[in-house]
């Protein structure tokens, strides 16, 4: 049986903040309905187009069901009323404005719907001055500081990049707005009768990254880096970064004496290995050591398979691993043990292989049942127009 099985959502998002916290709770099991406006939600035209369908659509909305209504309409805002009378929760992330023109403000959602568990996703969160809801998500990722060092290798004189992903703070934002959905449907079922009420979840996607900031942004703020403009601090002093290969790129990571001996043996030993002190990394690990440990070993992984040098080095200890393409990774052989992608028939283009979710669950496994729905293809079923 599905974990979520007898939950009803209902999902009013038009960008992938929202759209991504309903594909985690529909791909469980819940009942997630889309309600979309006429013409659809703004995903369904979002890049890559195939043969008129957006694969980021067809990838957010698995296992869900669609139904168009106009809000604008008081007809159609009625119907909204009666599906939100039968659902569990709301999943949403328009702005304040648009929500207050169209009776869903918070205030408005509890007083008719009290036991609905009401959930927003927005850049900044409740109370932001409007005009910062109109971020896109490499605003949110260089608001919260991720930008600063991602990717450490961008050159000075250049501005800081999304390194993270296109919807980064959307994704982001909405794995919070996930776990909190379930824990609030979870404190209602552990609720005396008295205790049953809904609850409002107001998430902020620049919150959500400053949460998970890592520990160069951590260790400017403790006080161990001096903050600056040069954008490399992310290398920590040390060799790390990615070096091309005859068959693409490999990542290496080296902080430790044991790194290097692993490295070392991994090459053969060769002779220029004797400039550097077995513990230089710890200790020695200058800008003109770093600089001649990459001008020697460029021309050697130069010469080597991504995919054989990085098990090697694996195996002599040595954290190096290939940069994955996205047509790599349906290729590892990890990945396919573990069934991460999960084939299912698109309408439109045939046989997909779907990405999953990172954890397996042997009593309710994650299943793709169903790919993302036509526009209103339930309108019938849910008592749209």
């Known amino acids: 049986m599905s974990a979520l099985a007898g939950i009803t959502i209902i999902e009013i998002a038009e960008r992938p903040a929202g759209e991504y916290t309903g594909k985690l709770l529909s791909d469980f099991g819940a009942n997630v309905i889309k309600v979309e406006a006429p013409g659809g939600t ?38 909204l ?21 169209h009776g869903l403000a918070p205030d408005a959602v509890a007083a008719a719907h009290p036991h609905l568990v009401h959930c927003v996703v927005t850049p900044f969160g409740q109370g932001a001055p409007p005009e ?27 501005p800081p990049l999304k390194g993270p992903g296109r919807f980064f703070a959307d994704y982001e934002g909405a794995i919070d707005a996930a776990m909190c959905v379930l824990a609030s449907l979870h404190r209602q079922r552990k609720a005396g009768p008295d205790e049953r009420g809904g609850q409002f979840i107001d998430v902020s996607e620049d919150e959500a990254l400053i949460n998970r900031i890592d ?37 290496l990571f080296m902080t430790t004496k044991a790194h290097w001996n692993g490295l070392c043996s991994l090459m053969g030993n060769p002779d220029w290995v004797g400039e550097f002190r077995e513990d230089w990394l710890e200790f020695d690990c200058t800008r003109d050591n770093v600089k001649k440990f990459r001008d020697h070993f460029r021309p050697w992984i130069a010469e080597q398979d991504k995919i054989p040098v990085t098990e090697a080095a694996q195996k ?26 999960q084939e299912a028939q698109h309408p439109v283009f045939g046989k997909v292989s779907y990405p999953t979710v990172c954890y397996k669950m042997s009593a309710s496994p994650v299943r793709i049942t169903s790919p993302a729905p036509a526009l209103g293809a339930d309108n019938s079923e849910l008592g749209g127009e």
């Open 42 to 79: 703004p995903t369904r035209r979002m890049v890559p187009i195939r043969d008129g369908e957006s694969a980021l659509f067809a990838y957010l909305n698995t296992n869900k069901k669609s139904v168009v209504l106009d809000l604008d309409k008081a007809e159609d805002r009625a119907t």
């Open 215 to 251: 520990c160069v942004l951590d260790r400017m703020l403790a006080g161990d880096a001096e903050p600056g403009l040069e954008r490399t601090a992310y290398d920590m002093g040390g060799p790390q970064t990615s070096f091309a290969c005859k068959d693409g790129h490999v990542y």
């Open 81 to 101: 009323d009666k599906l939100l009378a039968r659902a569990n929760a709301l999943i949403d992330d328009h702005d304040e404005v648009w929500n207050a023109a």
């Open 132 to 158: 910062w809801q109109a971020c896109e998500p490499i605003n949110v990722a260089n608001a919260s500081g991720w930008a600063y060092h991602s990717p450490s290798e961008t050159p000075d004189e250049k």
């Open 316 to 341: 002599a200890g040595v954290a190096m691993v290939p940069v994955n393409t996205a047509a790599d990774l349906p290729k590892n052989e990890q990945i396919a043990h573990r069934g991460f992608f």
